[in-house]
């Protein structure tokens, strides 16, 4: 053991030091850590508004997007295939739209805000297969949109048959029209 004093100056500056080191290293560990908590710009664009010009949508056509990782399919609808849906009622396993599958602005025979054009979620409500459009169907009673996996079939606005593998209607996404001529998915329109 020395005789000599203790230094407290200098036992004071070394901790001083050290403890400014330690916190700086600290936030310097933080700040990324907190910054990779906040979603990536990739997935908030995968659950963003999609929207979609629909000036070339004619009857028998369809539009398909992506939103929130799903098909979202835009179909032009003619007066004949209009007219043809409200005879489907004894087909159908819910013609009234009862169960939860669109928001309440579609809660119509026609399941749109425009009774010419539909928007659908392109997922068969069984286990998720895409079901093809068939147009040459849509005056037809086999339906508009077949799930060729399990058999299951809908209407042109989406209304499940009855004794298919489909327990509910094709969803109806939110949607609102920004214009005639275009569609913002995503988003409804009360809210805009």
């Known amino acids: 053991m020395t005789d000599k004093p203790v230094d407290n ?19 310097g560990m933080l700040v990324p850590f907190a910054g990779s908590m906040l979603p990536s710009e990739r997935a908030k664009a995968a659950g963003a508004p999609v929207e979609v010009d629909i000036s ?30 409200a005879s ?5 396993a ?14 119509n025979p026609y399941r749109s ?10 997922i068969c409500t069984h286990l998720g297969c895409s079901p093809q459009f068939r147009p040459e ?10 799930c060729a996996c399990h058999g299951s079939r809908f209407d042109l606005a989406g209304r499940v048959y009855r004794n298919v593998p489909a327990p509910t209607n094709l969803v109806v996404p939110p949607h609102r029209y920004v214009s005639d001529n275009v569609i913002l998915i995503g988003e409804d329109p009360e809210t805009a």
């Open 94 to 107: 819910d013609p009234d739209s009862q169960a939860a599958q669109q928001p309440a602005y579609a809660r």
């Open 137 to 146: 169907l849509t005056a037809d009673a086999d339906g508009a949109f077949l």
């Open 113 to 122: 805000i425009k009774r010419e054009v539909l928007v659908l979620v392109g």
């Open 9 to 27: 100056r200098r036992r004071r500056l070394l901790t001083a030091a050290t403890t400014g080191m330690g916190l700086a290293g600290t936030a």
């Open 56 to 85: 070339g949508l004619g009857p028998g056509r369809q539009i398909t997007v992506e939103w929130r990782g799903k098909p979202v399919w835009i179909i032009g609808r003619s007066p004949d295939d209009l007219d043809f849906l």
């Open 88 to 92: 489907m009622a004894d087909s159908l």
